[in-house]
C-alpha cells in the first residue's frame, strides 16, 4: 500500500503550514489578530501531525511534530522579522505585504487539504478506520486556518487598495 506516501505528502504540507504561520505572525506583529491568531494555528497545526504520528509507524512514515515551531519568535530570524515588523508597524506597504503572505499562505493550506482528501480517500479504500477518522479531524481543522485567510483577505483587500 502507498497509504505512507499520502501520509508523509500530508505531514509534509502541515509542517508548511506550520512554518508559513510563523512566518505570517512575525511579520506582521504589529497587527496584533494576525500574530495571535498565527500563534493558535501554529498550534492546531502541530497538534494535527501530532495526532497523524501513531498511524505514521505503522506505515513506516516518520511524523515529528518537535520539528515545527511551537511560538513565535523562537531563533534570531525570528527576532529580526519581529523588529522589523515593529518598525514599519502599519505604513500602507505593511498592508500589501500582509495580503500577499496570506495569499501565500492560503495556497498552502488549500495543498493540505488536498492532500487529506486524498489520504482520507486510501484510509476509507483500505478500511482503516482509525486513520480515517484521525485524517477527518484534521482536515476540518486546515480548513479552519483557509478560511480564516479568506476572511483576513476580505477585510484587508479593500482597505489597501484603496488606500
Given at each position: 500500500?502507498?497509504?505512507?506516501?499520502?501520509?508523509?505528502?500530508?505531514?509534509?504540507?502541515?509542517?508548511?503550514?506550520?512554518?508559513?504561520?510563523?512566518?505570517?505572525?512575525?511579520?506582521?506583529?504589529?497587527?496584533?489578530?494576525?500574530?495571535?491568531?498565527?500563534?493558535?494555528?501554529?498550534?492546531?497545526?502541530?497538534?494535527?501531525?501530532?495526532?497523524?504520528?501513531?498511524?505514521?509507524?505503522?506505515?513506516?512514515?516518520?511524523?515529528?511534530?518537535?520539528?515545527?515551531?511551537?511560538?513565535?519568535?523562537?531563533?534570531?530570524?525570528e527576532?529580526?522579522?519581529?523588529?522589523?515588523?515593529?518598525?514599519?508597524?502599519?505604513?500602507?506597504?505593511?498592508?500589501?505585504?500582509?495580503?500577499?503572505?496570506?495569499?501565500?499562505?492560503?495556497?498552502i493550506?488549500?495543498?493540505?487539504?488536498i492532500?487529506?482528501?486524498?489520504?482520507?480517500?486510501?484510509?476509507?479504500?483500505?478500511?482503516?478506520?482509525?486513520?480515517?477518522?484521525?485524517?477527518?479531524?484534521?482536515?476540518?481543522?486546515?480548513?479552519?486556518?483557509?478560511?480564516?485567510?479568506?476572511?483576513?483577505?476580505?477585510?484587508?483587500?479593500?482597505?489597501?487598495?484603496?488606500?
Open positions: 500500500m502507498k497509504l505512507g506516501l499520502a501520509l508523509g505528502d500530508v505531514c509534509e504540507a502541515e509542517g508548511e503550514v506550520g512554518r508559513q504561520l510563523n512566518v505570517l505572525g512575525e511579520r506582521h506583529k504589529a497587527d496584533h489578530d494576525v500574530f495571535h491568531l498565527t500563534e493558535t494555528l501554529q498550534l492546531i497545526a502541530r497538534a494535527n501531525i501530532g495526532r497523524l504520528a501513531p498511524h505514521g509507524e505503522r506505515y513506516g512514515v516518520r511524523v515529528d511534530a518537535e520539528d515545527m515551531p511551537e511560538e513565535h519568535g523562537a531563533s534570531l530570524l527576532k529580526a522579522r519581529e523588529k522589523t515588523s515593529e518598525l514599519v508597524g502599519r505604513r500602507p506597504e505593511s498592508g500589501l505585504l500582509l495580503i500577499r503572505d496570506l495569499r501565500k499562505l492560503h495556497l493550506y488549500a495543498e493540505a487539504s492532500n487529506y482528501v486524498i489520504l482520507g480517500q486510501g484510509a476509507q479504500a483500505a478500511r482503516d478506520r482509525e486513520l480515517h477518522e484521525a485524517c477527518s479531524g484534521c482536515h476540518a481543522q486546515t480548513l479552519r486556518g483557509m478560511k480564516w485567510t479568506l476572511t483576513r483577505i476580505k477585510i484587508a483587500a479593500p482597505q489597501v487598495l484603496t488606500s
